[in-house]
């Protein structure tokens, strides 16, 4: 592969891998690591497509996998820090305040929150994130796909080697769900 | 009668093609229960969309030209790996620093040191590599391949190491080398096998040539001298 061919392939889709790997792991860094390592394997294995589009195929579909092991490795993580708590005596409640106030949250997925305004939007965009990461890989990844890397029902069909139709279902379901869950998350929040 | 609830979905997505996209547009205006649902669509995927934080959007930003700027280390290797590249230890040393400082930064691991013997092992079994390669004649690549350097490129063809011999008399008696073989040969067990020896007492290194018709010898000159000869 030429540094000219290499050099369209990442102007063209290095954006967009980036916000892929981005919103799947809630991490800049992870994104940048799973981007950085997916462009790297393909010119340290000297890869050659027959077109573009197969490149662009090839590393979304490579970015995708890194980027949910890398959340499902995180999820993982968080799951033994929550028992340990627990085997502490600990309210469960003080791990999820705690994590709920992190950095990440306030930077990366958050919106600016100096006033009362800013804090409803940092909440209600904490609530969009947490019910995004809520649902079945197979949906999350269908609806991050259309959203975020601007990707039609074909694309989607080929990177994840399933049918349009299949994809079509898949987004809504992904769609349904997604409203349902904040819509649960509003009954909830309702002052009594 | 509605339609499928996915099929609105789609309509969002832009993926209903026409006429179905008409018909279900004049539909949507007159059944408000679609509409709502339409609308309950496309007020999601807003909302989707400003979940970016511009932060964020900055440090992805960040990350891209952080990405360009590294991997540009990484086309140059994949470049040259289809030359036979004798470059000078020191230039090779320093664009090896570069990615392992870079490897380091990322992954917050400290850079393992190769001791000197190992290195010298190293560059041995290149050369021995390399005489297997054209002693015995078993290059099935037959054109000639380049050789790249600090202070340019040599030709070198198919079959002789002296053009390789000449380059390396030029050098510093204290300065080494790195030989990388072309990703694109094949080898093939075909002709005599080279046997190359490291001789710590001699003045100069000979080099015996494998081939039939004769013995031809030419001198190395390094510090540390080899000798290869036919077993």
New interface residues.
């Given amino acids: 592969m030429s540094e000219m061919d290499f050099r369209s392939i990442y102007e063209a889709n290095a954006d967009m891998l980036l916000r892929i790997a981005y919103r799947i792991t809630n991490s800049t860094e992870a994104a940048e690591d799973v981007v950085h390592d997916a462009f790297g394997k393909m010119l340290q294995n000297n890869m050659d497509f027959p077109t573009n589009a197969d490149a662009k195929y090839w590393l979304i579909r490579v970015v995708k996998n890194a980027a949910i092991n890398y959340a499902k490795r995180k999820s993982r993580e968080a799951k033994a820090y929550e028992k340990w708590w627990r085997s502490e005596g600990k309210p469960v409640e003080d791990v999820e305040a705690g994590s709920l106030s992190m950095a990440d949250i306030g930077s990366d997925a958050g919106v600016e929150a100096s006033a009362e305004e800013g804090l409803l939007k940092r909440e209600s965009a904490e609530e969009l994130r947490a019910a995004l990461d809520s649902l079945p890989e197979r949906l999350k990844v269908v609806l991050i796909m259309k959203e975020y890397g601007g990707m039609n029902y074909k694309e989607i069909g080929k990177v994840l080697g399933i049918s349009e139709g299949n994809v079509k279902v898949r987004a809504y379901r992904a769609r349904s769900a997604l409203l349902e869950r904040l819509e649960r998350e509003d009954d909830t929040n309702v002052p009594r | 009668m509605c339609p499928d609830?996915?099929l609105?979905?789609?309509y969002v997505?832009g993926?209903v093609p026409s006429p179905w996209k008409e018909k279900l547009e004049s539909h949507v205006v007159e059944c408000p229960k679609c509409a709502d649902r339409v609308s309950?669509?496309r007020e999601?995927?807003a909302?989707?969309?400003?979940?970016?934080?511009p932060?964020?959007e900055h440090?992805?930003a960040m990350?891209?030209a952080?990405?360009?700027a590294?991997?540009r280390f990484?086309?140059v290797?994949?470049?040259k790996?289809k030359l036979v590249s004798v470059l000078p230890q020191t230039f090779a040393t320093e664009h090896l620093d570069t990615r392992y400082k870079r490897k380091a930064r990322?992954n917050g691991s400290r850079r393992a040191g190769i001791s000197m013997p190992v290195l010298a092992a190293s560059v041995l079994v290149l050369i021995f590599a390399a005489g297997l390669v054209v002693g015995g004649k078993v290059l099935v690549n037959k054109k000639p391949q380049s050789i790249a350097s600090a202070s340019g490129t040599i030709q070198v063809g198919s079959g002789s190491m002296d053009s390789i011999n000449q380059y390396w008399s030029s050098l510093k008696s204290d300065q080494g080398v790195t030989i990388t073989m072309p990703?694109e040969i094949s080898f093939e067990p075909i002709g005599d096998p080279v046997i190359m020896t490291y001789s710590d007492g001699a003045a100069a290194a000979t080099v015996v040539s494998p081939v039939s018709s004769g013995t031809s010898t030419s001198s190395f000159g390094s510090a540390a001298p080899m000798q290869t000869s036919t077993p």
């Fill in positions: 609830e996915s609105l979905s789609a997505d993926e309950g669509f999601l995927d909302r989707l969309q400003q979940l970016t934080s932060d964020a440090k992805l990350a891209r952080r990405i360009q590294d991997l990484d086309i290797d994949a470049e790996s990322r990703s």
